[in-house]
């Protein structure tokens, strides 16, 4: 990341208005198009936009540098997240076949690729970032993350959660998977092999040629990890 970039982003989280607003502006075109795919649901154009808007607040806010990702692809989610959040309270939301169709595209390059990333799913498929962000959120493509696992019944993103933000977590979880293909190698394949695949730890132990107990340990600490990366600021 530029480090001009990085510089007003750690102002705008300590509290610099002009900095924040100038970040919002700059965004604007990125909101901007997130917004359009939410239009003709009952509200005026300019309410959807401030409800994005605020959504990209948040996502600086909550933003670190540690993730390895853009910005602009960091605040998708959020943007997305906020306003069906606002939606959501106020209506019903809409899928389009074309997002129904792109996520059936989606999960196809994912079943041959599972570690393939968000920006090189837009690149493939030939549409912008925020479109296959929308089509996941949609379609609920990171389903595994509610799936529950078969030892105890207890699904991946409750172990991450706090009750006070859930809700924030849940409809954010395309920051959780970033922040899973962020993990190392080994550990990226034990979340796969638990909560994608729903094998036991003993099972795990077996593939990786580990005992139950490290398995059991390394998870432990990839889910504390996972939970303060995305503990509400």
């Known amino acids: ?21 100038s970040l ?39 933003f670190n540098f540690d993730y390895n990702v853009m910005l602009s692809t960091f605040a998708v989610t959020y943007i997305i997240g906020e306003i069906k959040r606002f939606l959501r309270d106020n209506g019903p939301i809409k899928i389009s076949r074309q997002i129904k169709e792109l996520s059936k595209k989606i999960l196809l390059e994912q079943k041959n690729d599972p570690n393939i990333t968000i920006e090189n799913l837009a690149k493939k498929l030939k549409v912008s970032i925020e479109e296959i962000t929308l089509a996941l959120d949609s379609e609920n493509c990171i389903k595994s993350l509610d799936d529950r696992d078969n030892e105890d019944e207890i ?4 172990k991450i959660s706090s009750k006070d933000n859930n809700e924030e977590i849940i409809v954010n979880n395309l920051a959780l998977k970033q922040c899973i293909n962020n993990l190392e190698p080994r550990e990226k394949k034990i979340i796969f092999l638990r909560y994608y695949k729903c094998q036991t730890q003993k099972k795990v132990a077996d593939i990786i040629g580990i005992s139950q107990v490290q398995v059991s340990r390394i998870e432990k600490r990839i889910l504390e990890n996972l939970s303060k990366e995305l503990k509400e600021a």
């Open 155 to 158: 699904p991946l993103i409750d």
């Open 1 to 21: 990341m530029d480090e001009k970039l990085k510089k007003r982003i750690i102002l705008a989280q300590q509290g610099n208005k002009d900095v924040l607003n």
């Open 24 to 62: 919002v502006i700059e965004n604007k075109g990125l909101i901007i198009n997130i917004a359009k795919r939410f239009e003709n649901r009952g509200y005026d154009f300019d309410d959807i936009y401030q409800i994005g808007a605020i959504g990209f607040i948040k996502a600086i806010q909550k």
